[in-house]
């Protein structure tokens, strides 16, 4: 087994240098394949196979036992794409013929549509946020960036003071793949930024001179730290399960569309790599419109039998 180890140390390392995977990524990745071969190794019939000996088959059990067990589909399609990515690197380095998970095809997702919240909900959250206090006015910013952009967590925690122009409206963010993307900033939100910006020093002993946003020890607030200071002001506001600072970013697509925006120039914003993962919104904007469309048009009225 030590082989193995090193092996998926080998792998996790080419993730990094060389697809340029984010970290968290990297974590799920090392988490699916250890869990293989983990499960790999209990099994009476397989544990004593070498790596180049796995099959199909061996990978489907896998799967199928944690799908018994209460996995959704949507983690299984991830543990297949790992494993996949996992055995076409070790294709890649002559370690085996073929891949064992090649042909294994992914379950049909679920369609579950993201929450998101009404315009009104948003207007809420800023309304009951303290600007008379240094967190108050670092986190007006800090949502109101977050829905005046559609920018994913870890692109905000990430950003540098180099990243914003005021004067041009707009933030360069380092999205997914290393890619990077300009997004323009609303008024609301470049005049909650300007404020946190004039007063950052006053507010934080700053240690972090590149850093945008600061926890209370003047160093880069953490993902942790934003999603916590987030959270706290969506639970004010509404009662969903699952609030973080994602909901700021499908709300900020749902809005768009709502109000006639194109689909493509959201797709480039969220700086989405296909249409069709920016398609999901169009489905809650549907949604909305036949639910207007039913309580506004005389003869929408349902036939009652």
Same mark, same amino acid.
């Not at 041009?168 to 380092?174: C, F, S």
């Given at each position: 087994?030590?082989?193995?180890?090193?092996?998926?140390?080998?792998?996790?390392?080419?993730?990094?240098?060389?697809?340029?995977?984010?970290?968290?990524?990297?974590?799920?990745?090392?988490?699916?394949?250890?869990?293989?071969?983990?499960?790999?190794?209990?099994?009476?019939?397989? +544990?004593?196979?070498?790596?180049?000996?796995?099959?199909?088959?061996?990978?489907?059990?896998?799967? *199928?036992?944690?799908?018994?067990?209460?996995?959704?589909?949507?983690?299984?399609?991830?543990?297949?794409?790992?494993?996949?990515?996992?055995?076409?690197?070790?294709?890649?380095?002559?370690?085996?013929?073929?891949?064992?998970?090649?042909?294994?095809?992914?379950?049909?997702?679920?369609? @579950?549509?993201?929450?998101?919240?009404?315009?009104?909900?948003?207007?809420?959250?800023?309304?009951?946020?303290?600007?008379?206090?240094?967190?108050?006015?670092?986190?007006?910013?800090?949502?109101?960036?977050?829905?005046?952009?559609?920018?994913?967590?870890?692109?905000?925690?990430?950003?540098?003071?180099?990243?914003?122009? /005021?004067?041009?409206?707009?933030?360069?963010? /380092?999205?997914?793949?290393?890619?990077?993307?300009?997004?323009?900033?609303?008024?609301?939100?470049?005049?909650?930024? +300007?404020?946190?910006?004039? +007063?950052?020093?006053? /507010?934080?002993? @700053?240690?972090?001179?590149?850093?945008?946003?600061?926890?209370?020890?003047?160093?880069?607030?953490?993902?942790?730290?934003?999603?916590?200071?987030?959270?706290?002001?969506?639970?004010?506001?509404?009662?969903?399960?699952?609030? *973080?600072?994602?909901?700021?970013?499908?709300?900020?697509?749902?809005?768009?569309?709502?109000?006639?925006?194109?689909?493509?120039?959201?797709?480039?914003?969220?700086?989405?790599? *296909?249409?069709?993962?920016?398609?999901?919104?169009?489905?809650?904007?549907?949604?909305?419109?036949?639910?207007?469309?039913?309580?506004?048009?005389?003869?929408?009225?349902?036939?009652?039998?």
């Amino acid at each position: 087994m030590s082989k193995i180890y090193q092996h998926i140390n080998n792998f996790l390392q080419y993730l990094s240098s060389h697809k340029q995977y984010s970290q968290h990524t990297i974590e799920a990745y090392k988490r699916d394949v250890l869990q293989f071969f983990e499960f790999f190794n209990l099994n009476e019939s397989a +544990k004593h196979k070498k790596i180049n000996q796995i099959t199909k088959q061996d990978v489907r059990e896998f799967i *199928s036992s944690l799908i018994r067990y209460g996995m959704s589909k949507k983690s299984a399609e991830r543990k297949i794409a790992a494993l996949k990515s996992y055995f076409s690197y070790l294709n890649k380095e002559n370690l085996i013929q073929k891949n064992p998970v090649s042909g294994i095809p992914l379950p049909k997702k679920e369609k @579950v549509l993201p929450q998101f919240l009404q315009e009104h909900e948003i207007s809420e959250i800023f309304n009951k946020i303290d600007t008379d206090t240094p967190s108050g006015i670092r986190d007006r910013a800090i949502l109101e960036l977050f829905y005046s952009t559609g920018i994913r967590l870890s692109e905000l925690s990430g950003l540098n003071i180099h990243d914003i122009d /005021l004067h041009a409206g707009t933030v360069r963010v /380092l999205g997914k793949g290393a890619k990077q993307r300009i997004v323009p900033i609303g008024k609301c939100a470049s005049r909650a930024i +300007k404020e946190y910006l004039y +007063k950052k020093e006053a /507010l934080f002993k @700053v240690r972090d001179d590149n850093a945008v946003f600061l926890n209370r020890f003047g160093k880069r607030l953490s993902n942790r730290g934003i999603q916590l200071r987030v959270t706290k002001w969506l639970t004010m506001v509404s009662e969903k399960k699952g609030l *973080s600072p994602h909901i700021l970013r499908h709300s900020f697509a749902t809005h768009l569309l709502d109000r006639g925006a194109d689909l493509q120039a959201v797709k480039e914003l969220l700086g989405h790599s *296909s249409l069709s993962t920016t398609q999901m919104y169009t489905h809650l904007s549907t949604s909305r419109l036949k639910k207007i469309y039913e309580q506004a048009h005389p003869r929408a009225e349902k036939i009652v039998k």
